[in-house]
């Protein structure tokens, strides 16, 4: 399987409430648990993206907000997430349910891997079969942390 971002989104379907699962993190979130990420469409042209959590170890809520820009010229699921200003860092959906009951986001060199889903957990054999695919498609899920969600 290849490593690609998917190429039909829509966008006011992906707006909303995520919980993130498991994750292969980055330095910034790679204490976070219980994390949360709020979409919310602005203008058609990039999501606002709040985002909750706690340290490992520390029962305070934190939040951090971002945003998330797509491209009319690249596929929908190929898109750039941006913290702070003005890097941005690639965020490619590669794996999205017909419902968007589940989303699966990854990064072009294999780097990074988010599972999120619209409840704080995820049916286990549908989450093995998740881990395969991003398996076959070069990350290593070996490294996925839990989000430790209730």
């Known amino acids: ?35 949360t990420e709020t979409y919310t469409l602005v203008d058609d042209e990039h999501f ?47 794996e999205l349910a017909d419902d968007y009951s589940y989303v699966v986001v990854g990064h072009p060199d294999e780097k990074y891997l988010f599972i999120m889903a619209r409840e704080p957990q995820i049916e286990p054999e549908l989450l093995r079969g998740i881990i395969e695919r991003c398996r076959q498609m070069g990350y290593d899920t070996g490294k996925l942390v839990s989000q430790e969600h209730a």
């Open 1 to 35: 399987m290849e490593n690609q971002p998917i190429k039909v989104l829509d966008h006011h379907s992906f707006a909303g409430k995520w919980y993130s699962l498991y994750s292969i993190p980055t330095l910034l979130d790679k204490n976070w648990r219980q994390t």
């Open 48 to 94: 606002d993206v709040l985002t909750t959590y706690h340290k490992e170890g520390n029962a305070e809520e934190q939040t951090i907000t971002s945003k998330l820009f797509f491209d009319e010229e690249k596929p929908d699921g190929d898109m750039k997430a941006q913290f702070l200003w003005p890097f941005k860092i690639g965020y490619w959906i590669i």
